[in-house]
């Protein structure tokens, strides 16, 4: 028999059904979707649309007539010609930012969305950096859910855009991106708070990460998925995904999971080279990779579980190295915005320090398209020097 799908509190063990919208526990700690879905035939998916709704049964949607979907994910998983400290490595690229609205986030939006339809919930308040806004104004306009989104008023102006266009109400907070965190959170207690960072089906969603590129490789597991880490949905999505391929016998390990911080921002690998199980909030965040700028992650504890439980590392790299990779895959074809570059940014050191070793096939997520960006990408490579 199946076992019961619950939300369950990372802090007190509380239990809530699916069945009701709820964000957090009455204890103020975070949910984690318990059974999260039933294994889906992976050896005999060649019908289902290449979409991340392929792996229905693990997505936790009750009735398929709620799913809101733009076609997101089966997105490229192409190699890379690996040079200096890397050569000898099987790189591989995720082309993750080719989603429906320019990021992997889109993954997490129509799972979430979709959820939200399944609850009945009409209006939604979420905060954001940017990309999760964009992407979730998007999958809200195709269910017909109001969406009120708050960012930080320093975003990229073409994050802000696709808010606008599709019809969400931007609110721009002045200060950090926990100052926008804090004001949302306060309109919320009129319109329900969809915080991808908070409701459990955003990382429900990221696990198809991990089934799409074990599907890509035949079902066999990469050595290491080096990802970044802001929030950590991703990262959890990805250990989610591998875990239960794993578990239900589809592929026979788990790869190394391999976070990385910006080095202006890295409360997750503070806690994991401290060798701490809890991640404490820095005191303020600063890099130019605006997506990851996450001074205290919700779900913070639970990227060190992954990265302890995969045998991985955390890692942090400079702002010049994230720019350096934008630069890299660029001459290479590959655009993509600061943020969207950070997993690539850090092979080269992983492989310095042998962490990563000669033989290894390794995995980089590119999360965000460079056109989120083009304003910082135009001051930093096509500006004049700014010094009088
Ligand atoms: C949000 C975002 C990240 C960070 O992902 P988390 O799941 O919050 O850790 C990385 N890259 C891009 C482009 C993003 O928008
Ligand atoms: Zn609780």
């Known amino acids: 028999m199946e076992e019961e799908r619950l939300l369950v509190c990372a802090r007190c063990s509380g239990g809530y059904p699916t069945s009701e919208p709820r964000w957090r526990c009455v204890c103020g700690g975070y949910l984690r979707l318990k059974q999260d879905g039933a294994a889906f ?3 005999d998916l060649g019908r289902r649309p290449a ?13 398929e007539r709620n799913i809101v979907t733009m076609g997101e994910g089966f997105t490229p998983l192409v190699g890379f010609e690996t040079a200096g400290a890397a050569e000898g490595r099987r790189l591989l690229l995720k082309l993750d930012y080719l989603c429906p609205t320019g990021s992997y986030k889109d993954r997490g939006s129509t799972v979430m969305i979709s959820k939200l339809k399944e609850w009945g919930v009409t209006a939604i308040i979420e905060d954001s950096s940017g990309n999760a806004g964009a992407s979730l104004a998007a999958y809200a306009a195709a269910a017909g859910i109001r969406a009120d989104i708050y960012v930080p008023a320093s975003i990229s102006p073409g994050k802000a855009a696709q808010i606008v266009i599709h019809g969400a109400n931007l609110v721009q907070v002045p200060g ?12 919320a207690d009129k319109t329900f708070y969809a915080s991808h960072n908070w409701i459990p089906y955003f990382a429900v969603g990221l696990k198809t990460a991990a089934y799409e590129i074990a599907e890509q490789l035949d079902w066999e597991a ?17 250990y989610l995904g591998f ?5 239900s016998g589809v592929i026979s390990r788990i790869p190394r999971l391999a976070g990385v911080q910006a080095s202006g921002c890295a409360p997750v690998y503070n806690a994991w080279r401290a060798g701490r199980a809890e991640v404490l909030p ?5 890099t130019v990779a605006e997506g990851i700028c996450i001074a205290n992650p919700v779900r913070g504890n639970d990227v060190l579980e992954a990265i302890r439980g995969s045998q991985g590392v955390m890692c942090t790299v400079t702002d010049e190295a994230i720019w350096q990779a934008v630069e890299t895959l660029g001459r290479r074809g590959i655009y993509v915005e600061p943020t969207g570059a950070v ?6 050191a992983l492989c310095r320090q042998d962490v990563i070793r000669p033989g290894a096939r390794v995995v980089a997520v590119l999360t965000g398209s460079g056109l989120k960006a083009t304003d910082k990408i135009v001051d930093h490579f096509l500006a004049a020097p700014a010094h009088a």
């Open 176 to 187: 950090s991106r926990e100052a926008t965190a804090a004001a949302a959170l306060k309109a």
């Open 41 to 43: 035939p992976a050896r």
């Open 343 to 348: 997993s690539a940014s850090a092979i080269d």
């Open 51 to 63: 979409t991340v709704w392929r792996y229905r049964e693990a997505l936790g949607i009750e009735d």
């Open 222 to 238: 990469p050595d290491w998925v080096v990802a970044p880490v802001g929030g950590g949905s991703l990262l959890i999505g990805l």
């Open 282 to 286: 820095v005191e303020k965040g600063d």
């Open 243 to 247: 875990q239960h391929l794993w578990q």
